[in-house]
């Protein structure tokens, strides 16, 4: 579901989409993290980004311009009418240019 992308320099953006057949309206939402340095918990350096989703079938997008270079995810989830934990994208590596 979630999806990270940067050419390597410090510019990232992503996005999550999600579809089904059960035509639900919810609440998207992604936050962009960093990898901590034990590789394996992350933490949040954006504010979430979330979108009315209708019918169950869409996607949000975000760019997140300049970040510091290390390790990075999205990370998704869907409020309304439940949580769902939409968990993390691939790693993408960010080095200084």
Known sequence: ???????????VSGT???WGTNKTSLY???ELRMVKS????????????????RDGNGSIGQSYGSVLYGDYVIHAW???????DGGDSARAH???S
């Open 78 to 84: 869907f409020t309304t009418p439940t949580y769902w």
């Open 38 to 53: 034990d590789n394996i918990s992350t933490y949040s350096v954006s504010d979430p980004t979330c979108a009315l989703i």
């Open 28 to 30: 998207l939402c992604m």
């Open 16 to 18: 999550v989409s999600i």
């Open 94 to 96: 960010v080095y200084s």
């Open 1 to 11: 579901m979630p999806c990270i992308s940067t050419s390597g320099s410090l510019n």
